[in-house]
């Protein structure tokens, strides 16, 4: 089981809503509570919160999952999944509930009761490795993504799926905050296209091609990407790479707006849908995530602490946009994520780290 250790100095967790904006203390974060994994070899493979932003969820690939309690700042229960294993676990909008992909015996989904540690459902239909979840944000459907190159739509009632998308790499998928667009990418495609959740079995709506993007930004770098996030205000759409930077777009031009420059470079994780080829390189959901407010995206490089980039500022001539800060932290921030409700982050590499605001640090 993991064990929570409070970091010299820092201030108690939060105990309730935060009455400061995020950019007030966006500078002010640091680490307040440090959980170790029990092995060296051990990573945190996904993140989430519930909708309450009182848990955190953490996937690790020794097969467990993990619960923390973030009003308390406190771990509150281990689940193993020594069978299946365990990646991409996300809170249903019911906290007691929970979907995540397997990783072993077969690509099947499975829906868990944290309560009892039993499966309510298994959802059946995938034919190789899922690369990624998205739960709708006002309804119990949900989106996977898989190598087999197909997005499947299900509903948490029912065991079979309910739409179905054969595309090329379909790795990435993400609803919109207004629950009426999907938006898929095909990093080998260097495409995102756009659908009408009502008319998904349509051609997409829009489709954006950033090809030219990259070769202007990262030249001949690989670079694989690694996560698909729409902000707050449904305004832009964030597509997060492995290599030197993160695309900002405007989610409904395809124009880009920002590339959120790092210069250390990723954090090393692997791609959804690239291998592993052998190596024992852990896989992630991406390092980065956009701050409630929208003004915000934080990330993770292959230095400790994190990077935050002031994505609501014009763009730039060129484009490119430097961090505005380098928060300090213990280790790399290989998983990331914002509390939806709190002004708390965490992040993750090996450990998995609470953040929050020093009083000490604040104007």
């Not at 307040?32 to 690939?61: M, N, Q, Y």
């Not at 730039?316 to 300090?328: D, F, G, M, S």
């Not at 990331?336 to 609470?354: C, E």
């Amino acid at each position: 089981m993991a064990t929570g250790s409070q970091t010299p100095g820092a201030p108690p967790p939060p105990a309730g809503p935060p009455t400061q904006k995020v950019g007030d203390v966006m500078a002010s974060f640091r680490p307040s509570r440090r959980f170790k994994t029990p092995s060296p070899t051990t990573s945190v493979t996904s993140l989430d919160f519930d909708d309450t932003g009182e848990l955190a969820l953490v996937a690790r690939d020794d097969d467990t999952l993990q619960i923390y309690n973030c009003k308390e700042g406190k771990h509150a229960k281990e689940l193993k999944s020594q069978k299946y294993g365990v990646h991409l676990a996300r809170f249903s909008h019911h906290a007691q509930s929970i979907i995540y992909a397997s990783t072993m015996v077969d690509d099947a989904l499975r829906f868990l009761s944290s309560h009892d540690n039993s499966y309510i459902r298994y959802f059946k239909g995938h034919t190789d490795t899922v690369t990624s979840i998205a739960l709708c944000p006002s309804s119990d459907t949900f989106l996977s993504c898989s190598r087999d190159n197909t997005v499947r739509l299900w509903n948490l009632s029912s065991p079979n799926y309910h739409g179905l998308l054969n595309l090329h790499a379909p790795y990435l998928a993400v609803y919109d905050p207004s629950a009426t667009v999907i938006a898929v990418a095909s990093p080998p495609t260097h495409s995102v296209l756009l659908y009408d959740v009502r008319n998904y079995d349509k051609p997409p709506f829009a489709s954006f091609d950033l090809l030219e993007l990259e070769q202007r930004f990262m030249g001949t770098q690989k670079a694989d990407w690694t996560k698909l996030e729409f902000t707050n205000d449904g305004k832009s759409l964030v597509v997060a790479t492995n290599g030197s930077g993160h695309f900002v777009l405007d989610a409904f031009s395809g124009d880009i707006t920002h590339f959120c420059y790092r210069k250390a470079g990723s954090s090393g994780r692997l791609a959804p849908g690239a291998t592993a080829n052998g190596t024992r390189q852990p896989v992630g959901q991406g390092d980065v995530c956009v701050t409630p407010d929208g003004q915000y995206l934080l990330g993770g490089s292959s230095e400790d602490g994190l990077l935050v980039w002031d994505i609501a500022q014009p763009p730039a001539p060129n484009n490119i946009l430097e961090p505005v800060e380098k928060l300090p932290g213990h280790g790399k921030a290989a998983v990331v994520g914002y509390n939806p409700r709190t002004n708390l982050l965490a992040s993750a590499d090996k450990d998995f780290l609470l953040w929050q605001p020093d009083s000490d640090l604040m104007l």
